[in-house]
């Protein structure tokens, strides 16, 4: 940090102004309901069952704020954490600036978290939170790789296409979220990466386009992201699975 000065405040950035139409129609996927709750408020309660998380700024629908923030009421959160809800803009990328906008001043450590990996475990928020305490810019929780990968010449849906090349797999990561930074660098990235058409997904790409450094530590399988229906359902299974053995 450039001015030691100042408290080492850590907040989590939360983008749900997105529709999830890979998971059909609807409402939009943050407000699908697993195990009887919003998915975003399992989102929300993830970061917020960090001891060091005293913030959470959720970005909303441009038009849904309001909705979004009676939602969370309904769902309480811990008492030593509070949210914001903000307006999102029309890219994943807008949002995450209009919620980085939001920030107190004494914020210095900044999560960025999909609402669609409502499962987290706190024990990969804390080591994404202390591996930026220690000095990291930017900091990815990530899983190697099951499957072999390859790339190929994208061609017509559902026609075969040609392999370019296979990468080492050993060398590949999934990254999922939170995602960490010094706030002061994701500022920055956000200021000065200009991307066009839908924008920056992946923020932590962002800040490797500064010269940054970026660095993984290990993700946790119940991270996965709640994009497709079959998804849905893997993740009711971990959180009934969870319910029996914690009475969570």
């Not at 450590?109 to 994404?128: E, G, K, N, S």
């Not at 990968?149 to 026609?159: D, F, L, M």
Request: aromatic share 2%.
């Amino acid at each position: 940090m450039s001015d030691q000065s100042r408290p080492y405040r850590t907040a989590a950035v939360i983008p749900a102004a997105g529709r999830g139409v890979r998971l059909g129609p609807g409402a939009p996927k943050a407000l699908r309901a697993l195990g009887g709750t919003p998915m975003l408020s399992h989102a929300v309660r993830a970061m917020a069952a960090s001891r060091h998380v005293s913030l959470v700024v959720v970005v909303a629908p441009p038009d849904g704020a309001p909705e979004v923030r009676h939602l969370l009421d309904e769902h309480a959160l811990p008492e030593r954490t509070d949210f914001l809800v903000v307006p999102g803009g029309g890219t994943r990328q807008e949002s995450v600036r209009l919620g980085l906008d939001a920030l107190p001043e004494d914020v210095a450590v900044v999560l960025v978290h999909d609402a669609a990996r409502p499962l987290v475990p706190v024990d990969t928020v804390d080591a994404v939170i202390e591996a930026v305490r220690d000095g990291a810019p930017a900091v990815v929780p990530a899983l190697p790789l099951a499957d072999t990968v390859k790339e190929v010449e994208p061609g017509a849906p559902g026609e075969p296409e040609p392999v370019l090349s296979t990468p080492v797999r050993a060398r590949l990561r999934a990254v999922q979220t939170p995602q960490g930074f010094d706030r002061d660098t994701l500022m920055r990235a956000h200021e000065e990466v200009a991307l066009s058409g839908e924008g920056a997904t992946d923020d932590a790409g962002m800040v490797e386009r500064l010269g940054a450094p970026v660095v993984v530590v290990p993700g946790h399988e119940e991270a996965f992201k709640v994009t497709r229906p079959l998804d849905l359902v893997l993740a009711e299974a971990v959180l009934a699975r969870r319910r029996a053995n914690d009475g969570f």
